[in-house]
């Protein structure tokens, strides 16, 4: 069983960056493909960014393409989501999931899910 934490959510202004940690209990960790989605009020859990295993494949919502980078350090059982030019929009509680697959847009293919950070961005 994979626990997942995350941390490093925050209220921060528009424009701004953050930079959220997903730190895994176990050292399978490193064998399993891993997604932030994130979570509005009254809306329904999306993808943001998604790794491989390896980490040689990366992948975004088109919505945070090009201000979002996700990168993963195994050794530290650590994955990490930079967030730049942060809008007001993309205010929302992020997550943090793990699962025994290649990778997936889809949060029900997950099996391993952290608690949730806050992210608040003010305009």
């Known amino acids: 069983q994979v626990q997942l934490v995350e941390s490093g959510g925050g209220l921060v202004q528009v424009g701004g960056s953050l930079r959220l940690s997903c730190a895994a209990s176990?050292?399978?960790?490193?064998?399993?493909?891993t997604a932030w989605f994130r979570q509005a009020p009254g809306k329904e859990r999306e993808f943001v960014a998604g790794i491989s295993w390896t980490g040689g494949l990366t992948y975004y919502a088109d919505s945070v393409k090009g201000r979002f980078t996700i990168s993963r350090d195994n050794a530290g059982r650590t994955v990490y989501l930079q967030m730049n030019s942060l809008k007001p929009e993309d205010t929302a509680v992020y997550y943090c999931a793990a699962g025994d697959l290649r990778g997936s847009t889809i949060p029900d293919l997950y099996d391993y899910w952290g608690q949730g950070t806050q992210v608040t961005v003010s305009s």
């Open positions: 176990e050292g399978t960790f490193k064998r399993y493909a």
